[in-house]
């Protein structure tokens, strides 16, 4: 029998949510290569297909009391700003069924000007509590090696762009690194290259295989 996919999942006290597979990067840390050993991830992660707005939001719905969670997660098994307009819609919809609906945020490689051919900043605004960027290197040298985006060296230039004005428009705004072969003078030249940018660092412990 065909196991159903997963569009909405909890970890943590916290409800994530898997609205696509497509990602522009193939960061070499990624569980999508690595396997899923200890980590939250599971392969009915992988999408039988991307689910429509309103699949999304009656996926919301089967976990009851929504205000029960610490907070509502836009993640999944691969680059969520390829939903943007999706996600704003299910938000401004849970927004008006959910009183008291818990902070939301989004976890992105911070791509999202460059995957929508626009500035979607302004959207984030009065939707998004917090936006999480995977900065991953603490320059572009190494940024492209650890991240290997799509676009190349637009793609650094992108995430920081995409970084400075989201810290304009949502009240936190974080950037986080793996801390695989980071010493503690490359986890602190992160750490400026964040605070210059609007945003704070957050440092993540590396999965193994």
Known sequence: MKKAMTITYEYEGALYVNLTNRCDCACVFCLR???HDGSIY???LWLEHEPSREEALESFFTWGDLTKYREIVFCGFGEPSYRM???CWLIDQLHAKVPGLPPTRINTNGHANLING????????GRMDTVSISLNGADEEEYLAVTRPQSGKAGWDAMLDFT???AAQVPHVVMTIVDKDKTPEDI???RALAESLGATLRVRAYIPD
């Open 188 to 190: 602190e030249k992160c």
């Open 118 to 125: 626009r500035d979607v900043t302004p959207d984030l605004h």
């Open 85 to 87: 307009d999706d996600i």
């Open 164 to 166: 400075r004005k989201a």
């Open 42 to 44: 599971a392969d009915d």
């Open 33 to 35: 290569h690595n396997g």
